[in-house]
């Protein structure tokens, strides 16, 4: 959970997690879970991970959906996201899978750069759209 609110930190969000410790570790190890990830460590401290789930398109057939992609601070520009990045790619085609998919802030120029590298396709055109819980027990 550091991780996650060290990147909405930096996605300038932090209020915006609200999933608390206990909902996360369900959502990835409970008996129905969603979620899985790779994790990366050093000095037996996890500097980096990650989360990816299944996404099924109607257009495409199934896709690896990468939620999120977090490194320490103290960590990026040393290796860890290309990594963790190289990791899921070899994933999703061992899978089987027909490609990967992910969002990026449109200002988060160190994170578009890296993407770049590896010729990804970023679109433009599309917007998020989301109902909070709030609002689906509103409903």
């Not at 915006?16 to 959502?27: K, R």
């Not at 990791?87 to 988060?108: C, F, H, P, R």
Request: hydrophobic share 45%; charged share 25%.
């Amino acid at each position: 959970m550091e991780l996650v609110h060290e990147l909405a930190l930096y996605e300038k969000a932090p209020e915006e997690v609200t999933v608390t410790l206990q909902e996360f570790e369900d959502a990835g190890f409970g008996t129905k879970p969603v979620w899985k990830a790779f994790v990366a460590e050093a000095n037996g401290i996890i500097v980096g991970f990650a989360v990816y789930y299944i996404r099924y398109s109607t257009w495409k057939g199934c896709r690896l959906y990468l939620e999120d992609l977090i490194v320490t601070e103290e960590y990026r520009g040393k290796g860890v996201g290309k990594l963790l990045f190289n990791i899921l790619i070899t994933e999703a085609k061992e899978l089987g899978y027909s490609g990967m998919v992910w969002q990026v802030l449109d200002w988060n120029e160190p994170a578009l750069n890296f993407y770049r590298k590896y010729e990804a396709s970023i679109e433009a055109g599309w917007l998020n759209a989301s109902l909070s819980k709030e609002q689906l027990l509103n409903y």
